[in-house]
C-alpha cells in the first residue's frame, strides 16, 4: 500500500461521525476490529463517554482506557498459536499444509466505572461471567 492509498483520519472527521450518531440517537456503538479504528481508539473512546453513547469493543485495549466493555479474541492465545505455526514451518512442515485456525478463547472484559458514568447497571450474572472487571 502507498502512503497515498492509506485512509487516514483527521480528528474533526472522527467527531464529526460520533455528532451524527448523537443526532439519530444511537443507543449503542459496537467499534468492529479494524486497524484504523484501533488507531483512534483513545478518541473514539473519549468521544463516546463525552456523548455518553454505551459502546462495545473487539479489544480489551479499549475497555481498560475507558470504554463501557470489550469482547473479542484472546490475543495471547493468538500470539501462541502463531508461535506454533512458526515453529512448525521451522521443523520443516509446509505452510500450505497447515490447517486455518480461529479463535478458540475469547474474553470479556467490562469497565465498572464506565457502567457507573454512564447511569448503567451492569447485571451480576454478566460481571460473573467477564474474564475482568475494571473498577
Sequence with gaps: MTKSSRITFKQSEVEAAFSRLVQVRVGLLLVSGDSVLVS????????????????????REFTVIGGLMSYGPSLGEAFYQIG????????????????????????????????NLLGLTVPPSLLTRADEVIE
Design 40 to 59: 483512534l481508539r483513545n478518541e473514539i473512546v473519549a468521544l463516546a463517554a463525552r456523548h455518553a453513547i454505551p459502546s462495545l469493543y473487539h479489544r
Design 84 to 115: 506454533d505455526y512458526v515453529g512448525r514451518i521451522l521443523k520443516g512442515e509446509e505452510p500450505g499444509d497447515l490447517p486455518v485456525q480461529q479463535p478458540t478463547k475469547f474474553l470479556l472484559a467490562i469497565n465498572l466505572k464506565t457502567a
